[in-house]
């Protein structure tokens, strides 16, 4: 996937994305994970559309629920949040574990980085994910990032525009 991402070989498959209904679907297939180990994934969404190619943004959505369960600590609560916001819809995950050190956040995005740090899940993973995530919302056009305080949490979001509807 990364190699097609950066020989620009990917295209997208836009189509109206109902954000609810996505991300009902997909904190749904975290059920027996979050009965098994404890997890709590709370979903609060508005009724938002935006154009999008699904499956690439639920790529992205996995990826950023995978890492927030991945370091979440001892928490084990995780927020997804999609809410309107003037003509966008921003979309949060966060986790309210470790945090990342301030001075590697420009890093997280790039190949093959990984943070280097023990945490209470064994760590998986290529250290491609959210360089992939970041070559699927640069395709989108989107504005996206993180905010991460130590000993608080992560939050990573992005922005798409909504669908507004035609009268």
């Known amino acids: 996937d990364l190699s097609r991402f950066e020989s620009h070989q990917v295209t997208l498959n836009i189509e109206i994305v109902q954000m609810n209904e996505l991300l009902k679907s997909i904190v749904n297939r975290y059920q027996k994970y979050m009965d098994s180990e404890g997890f709590e994934l ?6 938002v559309a935006v154009y999008s190619d699904s499956q690439r943004l639920s790529q992205v959505l996995y990826n950023f629920i995978n890492n927030a ?12 949040r999609c809410q309107k916001i003037n003509e966008s819809v921003r979309v949060e995950i966060q986790d309210f574990g470790e945090g990342i050190p301030s001075d590697q956040i420009p890093y997280i995005w790039d190949r093959y980085y990984k943070i280097d740090r023990t945490h209470v899940r064994a760590q998986k993973g290529s250290g491609i994910g959210l360089n992939i995530c970041k070559e699927i919302l640069e395709l989108h056009q989107s504005k996206y990032g993180v905010i991460s305080k130590l000993n608080e949490g992560t939050t990573f979001w992005f922005e798409l525009p909504c669908v507004t509807k035609q009268l």
């Open 69 to 80: 369960i991945q370091y979440s600590g001892n928490s084990r609560q995780i927020e997804i």
């Open 42 to 47: 709370n979903l609060t969404c508005d009724d």
